[in-house]
């Protein structure tokens, strides 16, 4: 257990829906990460929080979100969804920046 | 640009062999190095790091990698691979200045199968 928590662990939703994801880091972990794994794209950064600040931006499309909140949990907003969005969502988090990021189970996402 | 190449895609071993499963990198200036493996339907779980200092690094479950600067590698190593190593491994690289901006860039990832 790394202790990163997301939640759901699976969400199943229509083409033009909106999701929201949820990530609660590490006692203590200031830096929060968002990243997409897909079979085509591979694991892929999203987005980085850092103390409630957006601190780094990834290959993130206008149509996704994140922020991150007082207690730090942090939440990923996908809206019209499309098909291509089905993937494993990981939330990664880690003290400061790069030395260790510690990863949740992730959200497995499937848009039917 | 910044990028991250396992060569081998899938790798098959006899329980009781050696391993050795290939990174090369691509950055500006000698990142953080990491090992992460995922079994099937699981997160990832972080093997080994390199930040500094001795070029050999030891990880968790016999695993171990060693930084080679002059060939921009970083593979990792087990002497004696077990069934439960079975998964799949990914090398990913970070910025290392020791700052708060530390997205990772991760390979493709080498899917470890092992036979009995």
């Known amino acids: 257990d790394s202790g990163v928590t997301q939640t759901p662990k699976h969400l199943i939703t229509a083409t033009g829906q909106r999701v929201t994801l949820r990530c609660s880091p590490r006692?203590?972990?200031?830096?929060v990460y968002w990243y997409q794994q897909s079979l085509d794209q591979g694991l892929q950064f999203l987005i980085q929080y850092y103390n409630g600040e957006e601190r780094a931006k990834g290959n993130i499309l206008e149509r996704f979100s994140a922020q991150q909140f007082p207690d730090l949990h942090s939440e990923l907003n996908l809206s019209s969804l499309e098909l291509g969005d089905s993937a494993l969502y990981f939330c990664a988090s880690s003290v400061l920046g790069s030395e260790t990021q510690y990863f949740g189970p992730g959200t497995r996402l499937l848009v039917l | 640009a910044q990028s991250v190449t396992q060569p081998d895609i899938h790798i098959t071993v006899s329980e009781g062999a050696s391993l050795e499963l290939r990174c090369n990198y691509s950055y500006g200036a000698t990142p953080y190095l990491f090992w992460y493996v995922q079994s099937p339907g699981q997160g990832l779980q972080l093997l080994l790091k390199y930040f500094s200092g001795d070029t050999l690094v030891q990880g968790i479950k016999g695993f171990e990698a060693e930084f080679k600067r002059s060939q921009s590698s970083f593979n990792l190593r087990k002497p004696s691979v077990h069934w439960s190593d079975a998964a799949e491994y990914f090398c990913?690289?970070?910025?290392?200045?020791?700052?708060?901006?530390?997205?990772?860039?991760f390979g493709k990832g080498t899917k470890l199968s092992v036979k009995p």
């Open positions: 990913a690289v970070g910025p290392n200045y020791g700052g708060s901006q530390g997205n990772l860039i």
């Open positions: 006692s203590g972990d200031l830096s």
